[in-house]
């Protein structure tokens, strides 16, 4: 190696001061380097280091039905310190911790119910599991409304009719409609797997009066097969129609001679926007057979005082007799059904 004896400072000494320095930083490096290959791993976050504390849980979301989908975007907590991630469009996630301190993973998406994992290391470094989510049932409908059908010689009938229809990924077994502070709780009848309907008296909803339930609140709760029970949606009952539609021709076994009958009401004013509907029967010879809707027509206007049928009314050899009703139904659906008109056709 050459020495130099040159005046301190002086430019020729400083060059060559950078580069042995440069030199010997490169070889110190160099040896540090081929020496780490082999060296100890001390760190604690050295995923190689036998002794590091990380630990992960690793895991998918589905939706609980008969035909699982991965779910995307559900926060997934761990309560202990509070960190959480978000599941992928695949239903994947994954966390990292720095301890392996037993505890609660939390698993929340709208539209699901929560749910949670109870997770223990046992000396385990990664914790894998799988998650099952169950969708909530959604109220797409609800008409809830009552009726009033006058009859002759007796008392009228009065009912609270509803039907709901609701959206789920699974099978609800049933729809309960509650109201506690008149202790009613009935189950409605299952038309599909997504419509629920109920037709009940104020004697099976035990009431002296359907006027009780005027303005009271009944909430609908879905019951699914695995045993958990939803409240899904809420309605009420705005009015009750007293006021009966008079018919005023035909009526008691009226003869007429055409099969389009002209059907005439008395004028109805009761005080709220309503349109009519008219049905017409048809009586059979047999009795204990019901009678058969053969015409209708719904939202007549409410200045209305007569329609004739649009089709033929043609009688039978096993017809007697047929009748009509014109009924009012309100903007929410409420109805009044006026008492039978009877008549006979002879073509």
């Known amino acids: 190696m ?5 005046k301190e400072n002086s430019p020729l000494s400083i060059k060559r001061m950078k580069w042995n320095d440069i030199f010997f930083l490169f070889t110190f490096l160099l040896v540090g380097l081929l020496l780490s290959c082999n060296a100890p791993r001390t760190n604690p976050l050295d995923p190689n280091n036998p002794n590091n504390t990380l630990h992960s849980i690793r895991g998918t979301v589905f939706s609980d039905a008969h035909l699982p989908l ?4 559900v926060t997934v907590l761990w309560k202990e310190n509070n960190t959480a991630v978000q599941s992928n469009d695949s239903g994947i996630f994954h966390l990292t911790l720095l301890s392996p301190q037993n505890g609660w993973l939390m698993f929340e998406k709208n539209g699901y119910t929560k749910d949670s994992a109870f997770v223990k290391w046992s000396g385990k470094k990664e914790f894998l ?3 099952h989510l169950n969708a909530i049932p959604v ?6 409304f009552s009726e009033v059908r006058n009859k002759y010689n007796s008392p009228a009938e009065y009912s609270l009719e509803t039907s709901v229809t609701l959206t789920d990924d699974d099978e609800i077994d049933t729809v309960f409609l509650l109201n506690e502070e008149l202790n009613i709780l009935k189950p409605l009848n299952k038309i599909s797997a997504t419509t629920f309907s109920g037709k009940f008296s104020d004697y099976q909803l035990q009431l002296g009066s359907l006027v009780e339930i005027i303005g009271r609140e009944f909430s609908f709760h879905a019951h699914e097969r695995q045993g958990v029970t939803y409240r899904i949606g809420s309605a009420t009952v705005k009015r009750i129609i007293e006021l009966e539609v008079e018919t005023f021709s035909p009526k008691n076994l009226d003869t007429i001679f055409t ?21 017409v029967y048809e009586v059979f010879v047999d009795e204990f057979q019901e009678p058969a809707l053969v015409w209708s027509k719904n939202n007549i206007s409410s200045d ?25 139904v309100d ?13 006979i056709i002879v073509p």
């Open 2 to 6: 050459s020495f130099y004896f040159l």
């Open 70 to 73: 991965p779910l995307e975007e």
């Open 129 to 131: 599991m799988g998650k």
């Open 139 to 144: 109220l797409d409908s609800v008409i809830m």
């Open 259 to 279: 099969t389009t009958p002209v059907l005439n009401w008395i004028p109805y004013t009761p005080g709220f926007r309503f349109t009519f509907f008219v049905e």
């Open 304 to 328: 209305s005082i007569s329609v004739t049928t649009s089709t033929n009314i043609i009688p039978g050899a096993s017809t007697e007799k047929y009748f009509w009703v014109i009924g009012c």
């Open 331 to 343: 903007e929410f659906q409420n109805r009044n059904r006026s008492k039978p008109a009877s008549f």
